[in-house]
């Protein structure tokens, strides 16, 4: 059994993000899919900028779950409020904006940790109408793009979010062409084991270009499905998260 991100009994002194609802964008769909263990900090959000713009996260705070949950909750804050106003003009330089809300995110961590606080993550914005995406891959797992029979990864290209206060992030762009799709995984996954053998970056290539299906919430269940019938046991050991984009 999975679901989507619920809490756990009732903390009055500790604020949890808010689920975060799958957007409908004209070409493009979304999914994400949690293994219904929820012990950890994986956590992923999405925010339309505007009509053509789509602004997606999915991070992995380091500690306990609700001590990464209540870091959590304050990075959705910053993320949902600064995401409209940075992309959402005609005109913006997505690169620049993407690289302006990975600051604010750092700061925010810094602030809501009361110091440093290992945080990997990796944010980006779709632009639907130039079929582009800008990310930041700040010391997450790689994500992956496939379009008919390629497969292309897109690797850490910055430290992890909450260590510096005056770190620098220089976003990368990616194409995302008609069909395509883009994954993006928790550490959790590749981390599942089975007699000692991780799941490992080569069998999720695999895993990827062997699933047929071009939906995004089934593509994620899929993936998940997959990594269960490796390690013959339900995903209870870790977070597991998977989040996706597929463009018609």
């Given at each position: ?7 756990a009994a009732p ?132 994500g992956l793009v ?103």
């Amino acid at each position: 059994m999975r679901f989507p991100f619920q809490s756990a009994a009732p903390q009055a002194a500790r604020r949890l993000p808010q689920r975060s609802p799958l957007p409908k964008m004209k070409t493009v769909e979304a999914g994400a899919e949690y293994a219904f263990a929820r012990m950890g900090g994986d956590f992923y959000d999405f925010v339309e900028a505007s009509s053509s713009r789509l602004a997606f996260a999915l991070f992995d705070f380091a500690g306990k779950r609700l001590e990464a949950m209540e870091i959590a909750a304050a990075v959705q804050d910053v993320f949902r409020a600064q995401v409209p106003q940075l992309f959402a003009a005609d005109h913006v330089n997505d690169n620049e904006a993407m690289a302006e809300l990975a600051l604010l995110l750092n700061r925010a961590i810094l602030s809501a940790a009361g110091g440093v606080h290992h945080s990997p993550g990796f944010i980006g914005c779709l632009n639907e109408l130039a079929g582009t995406i800008a990310y930041c891959n700040a010391g997450h797992t790689p994500g992956l793009v496939r379009h008919n029979s390629e497969l292309d990864l897109l690797p850490a290209n910055a430290l992890p979010l909450g260590l510096f206060s005056h770190a620098t992030y220089e976003p990368q762009v990616r194409v995302l062409s008609p069909g395509a799709s883009l994954l993006l995984v928790s550490r959790g996954l590749m981390e599942s084991r089975f007699r000692g053998e991780e799941f490992g970056l080569e069998r999720l290539r695999q895993c990827l270009q062997a699933i047929t299906i071009s939906d995004a919430p089934a593509l994620c269940r899929q993936v998940l499905d997959r990594v269960e019938e490796f390690t013959c046991a339900p995903l209870m050991h870790n977070d597991v998260t998977a989040v996706a984009l597929v463009r018609k």
